[in-house]
């Protein structure tokens, strides 16, 4: 399905009706198919019959919902395989085109395809293998070579017409034409063949039509344009260079004739007397056209061409010898070579910046020749009046009077059978398929004038036939008898000699003076006569004594000449040796030339391409270095802050393990005492108490802070009694027992309700409540275990994490009453200090798992607000 983009448009001029009885004829679709580039590469097209293609899906491409290969089959007016001649094709395509340019017909000729699939080869060609132009030029000048009109007796205008100059002003515009030296001359006809053009078509192919109207006399015009981008350009177009500011060509519009045909306005047309001024014509401007390397083509076309090669018949007078000044009676037909650019995807291309554009130019100028013709075909199938977007397009706009008026159109559809270009290959079937249903109108012949056929032969016959007589008779040559015609004329006419009355007196008077008048002419003319003769016999005389002499030097000449001959014919085969290796040379360095210019471009983007990704590479290395600052910065702040911590836990553990120490020693001091006591019977005074390690140090040192800010500001933490009935409140609590605990068979039991009970304490579980209690487990003094519920409030912190502020201790301790007085209240609270101690590292460890999570960025801050 094509989408169609309409934009507004001026109204459209209402064309006449035109009657139903008008003949039409289909558009002559035609396919060729190019050899593959490698040989073991894999086909997608097959070739059925002469008119038939079958298309396979490649490897690895599923075309159906089944899974299965979908084969598609297109049938064409005629498929040519790839074993086909370039001959065969134009005796085919472009012959009965070119036949219809010499009767006076339109005509149309393009190629359509993928990029690469040899449109461009198919309508040039290449040395040795001429395409379809130059063959169309051949055939064209074999066969109104012998009558044409000489160079500027018929002239275009500025409107797409032609008109009719006399021989006088002919003459003065050619004499001004040569006297020009700063115009380039084209060649003549009389000019030996262009060696290239002379390989493009061999003389066994040559042709020619045999029914040529040799009562009229032919010019033939030939111009060259491209669109690219959706512009005209006039490739023949001389533009004044200027190396030091250079312009950009200039654009063409589209103008209306008075007969509404399209053409380009002020666009360059060439009159050509042959077939190699033309060739060498179409070469100029075919050395402008824009071309580029891509993916997918070394020399891809990156826009439409043109070649428009048009015929002015201008029909001859009654005698056969002068044509006719009237341009009314001229006829002008046309032929139009297009060979379109390539439609490809730039997936494929890769293409970037200005290849970009002219792909997508190219792609939607193709687009509208679908619309156009997808319109034309539903309007002739259905009946209906829908308006053909001609306009969105210069390509559709330039042809439209083909398809609305009347010519003959045709199309060759050319396939690269590769299996890479299946799906471009077929959207271009489905187009080819629908142009096929488009029918135009036939052309019909137009008479030229209303004058005897035949005259241009009676008028050769009658000079051939005086001439023969004159040499006959020995009398003078052409010159002379019109002479001799002068005289003759020049005698005093007979006067009526018929006598009616027998007493007329007047009329054998008036005979006699005439008769007697003419008589004395011839007398002097005899006179005159011999007098010449006898002056033309005494010069003969001396010729004949000279020429005796001339002849004898003449022959030695000859014999000198004859060496020299020899000569010259060697050395003009070495010459035109030499000139077809110029040629090939030139053709050589013009594509490397192209090709350098396409390197240099690519060079140049990839230069710049290099710079930008240079730059890119700066930026983020500066980055990188920025972060690697940043990180480093950061890793030393984090070792500081780990090592800070790591020498408060190693100071807590030293700590820990005095105390552990201290009350060993006091154990065994109270049994010796105790020991002492039961031997001596009576009271010794107990030993001073050492002093117990404390972190009065520790209180004394100052506390260095971070600069993160404090979780939230809190109070000294108060420890008030409770009882044990507010441990069952109806606040939630997270009810925190190691793994480590043993289960104890005391009567009482701590029992929390709405707890959580956790082995490990979590933020998520934090998050959720409102208490915590942790159980703590240690061995007594006694060697009892005794069982302590720590507990405290949690509130929230500024980064989003969770505290505990610790605000209650509960004990739960079994003891025998056998067993040795425990300990003070004194080694009770040393006791009770070293549980916060341990309360304070089980705080520590929950923020060290919230430091993971990027919850707090200071863990001493975390620790000071916990404990």
């Not at 339109?106 to 309508?123: D, H």
Request: with cysteine; hydrophobic share 30%.
């Amino acid at each position: 399905h094509f989408i169609i983009h309409r934009r507004g448009k001026t109204p459209r001029r209402p064309c006449p009706k035109k009657t139903s009885n008008i003949e039409k004829d289909p558009v002559g679709v035609y396919c060729r198919i190019r050899p593959l580039g490698a040989e073991f590469e894999e086909c997608c097209v097959e070739m059925i019959s002469s008119s038939t293609i079958q298309l396979h899906a490649p490897d690895g491409l599923k075309a159906n919902r089944n899974g299965e290969y979908k084969e598609t089959q297109y049938s064409f007016k005629k498929v040519f395989g790839i074993k086909t001649t370039q001959m065969e094709l134009f005796e085919d395509i472009a012959k009965p085109l070119i036949e219809d340019l010499i009767h006076c017909k339109n005509g149309l000729l393009f190629t359509y395809g993928v990029t690469g699939s040899g449109k461009t080869f198919t309508m040039t060609g290449s040395p040795g293998e001429g395409g379809l132009l130059p063959r169309c030029l051949d055939m064209l000048f074999n066969s109104i070579g012998p009558f044409q009109a000489k160079r500027f007796v018929i002239k275009t205008d500025d409107k797409n017409g032609v008109e009719i100059q006399n021989q006088v002003d002919a003459l003065l515009e050619r004499q001004k034409r040569d006297s020009q030296q700063s115009v380039p001359k084209t060649p003549s006809s009389r000019q030996k063949t262009d060696p290239e053009f002379a390989d493009m078509i061999s003389p066994e192919e040559a042709c020619k039509s045999e029914n040529v109207d040799e009562d009229c006399c032919y010019s033939v015009f030939v111009s060259y344009i491209e669109i690219y981008n959706n512009y005209i350009y006039d490739l023949l177009e001389d533009a004044p260079f200027d190396p030091i500011r250079p312009k950009p060509p200039q654009s063409k519009i589209l103008r209306e004739d008075q007969n509404h045909n399209m053409y380009v306005a002020g666009c360059t047309e060439v009159e050509v007397k042959s077939t190699e001024e033309a060739f060498e014509v179409f070469w100029k401007g075919q050395k402008k056209r824009r071309i580029a390397n891509t993916q997918l083509n070394r020399e891809s076309s990156r826009s439409h061409s043109v070649f428009i090669m048009k015929l002015a018949q201008a029909p001859l007078d009654a005698d056969g010898d002068h044509i006719l000044q009237d341009k009314n009676q001229v006829n002008v037909s046309q032929l139009c070579l297009v060979d379109l650019a390539g439609s490809e995807r730039t997936s494929r291309t890769r293409a970037e910046g200005s290849r970009l554009r002219e792909a997508g130019n190219i792609n939607q100028s193709l687009m509208t020749l679908r619309t156009c013709i997808e319109v034309l075909r539903e309007n002739q199938m259905c009946g209906t009046n829908k308006m053909v977007p001609y306009r969105d397009s210069k390509v559709t706009h330039l042809f439209k009077n083909y398809f609305d008026g009347e010519g003959k159109v045709r199309m060759i559809v050319c396939v690269n059978p590769k299996a890479d270009d299946y799906e471009e290959t077929m959207l271009v079937m489905r187009f080819a398929e629908m142009t096929q249903e488009v029918e135009v109108a036939r052309p019909v012949d137009r008479p030229i004038c209303g004058l005897a056929a035949g005259r241009r032969h009676r008028n050769q016959a009658f000079r051939d036939e005086l001439s023969r007589r004159l040499e006959e008779r020995g009398g003078p040559s052409t010159a002379d008898a019109a002479v001799i015609w002068f005289l003759i004329d020049s005698f005093p006419a007979l006067p009526p000699c018929e006598l009616v009355d027998p007493a007329d007196d007047q009329t054998l008077p008036r005979l006699i003076e005439v008769l007697e008048r003419r008589h004395c002419i011839r007398q002097k003319m005899t006179e005159q006569l011999n007098r010449t003769s006898n002056t033309l016999k005494s010069m003969l005389q001396q010729f004949d004594s000279q020429l005796t002499a001339k002849e004898n030097y003449l022959h030695d000449q000859r014999g000198k000449l004859g060496e020299k001959d020899k000569i010259i014919s060697n050395q003009k085969m070495e010459i035109e040796r030499l000139e077809k290796k110029s040629k090939m040379l030139e053709y050589k360095i013009d594509i490397l030339q192209k090709t350098t210019n396409i390197y240099e471009e690519d060079k140049r983007s990839l230069q710049h391409e290099l710079e930008t990704q240079e730059q890119r590479l700066q930026r983020e290395l500066s980055e990188r270095r920025r972060m690697e600052q940043r990180m480093q910065g950061m890793v030393t702040d984090t070792r500081l802050k780990w090592e800070k911590e790591c020498e408060r836990r190693v100071n807590a553990k030293q700590l820990e393990m005095q105390n552990k120490l201290w009350v060993k020693d006091e154990k065994l001091k109270q049994l010796k005492a105790i020991v002492t006591e039961s031997s001596s019977g009576c009271p010794t005074e107990r030993p001073e108490k050492p002093e117990r390690p404390s972190r009065e140090r520790d209180r004394t040192a100052p506390q260095k802070r971070s600069a993160s800010p404090s979780a939230l500001p809190t109070a000294p933490p108060v420890h008030p009694r409770h009882r044990r009935s507010q441990s069952a409140g109806g606040e939630k609590w997270v009810d925190h027992k190691p793994s480590s605990n043993l289960d104890l068979d005391t009567v009482m039991q701590p029992i929390i309700p709405n707890a959580i009970k956790v082995s490990t304490p979590s933020e998520k579980a934090l998050s959720k409540c409102h208490k915590y209690v942790l159980r703590h487990q240690e061995l007594a003094s006694d060697g009892e275990i005794e069982t302590k519920l720590i507990k405290g409030d949690v509130f929230k912190t500024r980064g989003g994490g969770q505290a505990v502020q610790f605000t209650d201790i509960e004990t739960l301790k079994q003891e025998c009453p056998t067993a040795p007085r425990s300990v003070s209240n004194q080694d009770m609270c040393q006791t009770l200090d070293l549980s916060l101690e341990q309360c304070c590292f089980v705080c520590v460890d929950i923020y060290a798992l919230m430091f993971k999570k990027n919850r707090y960025s200071d863990v001493s801050n975390c620790c000071d607000s916990a404990c």
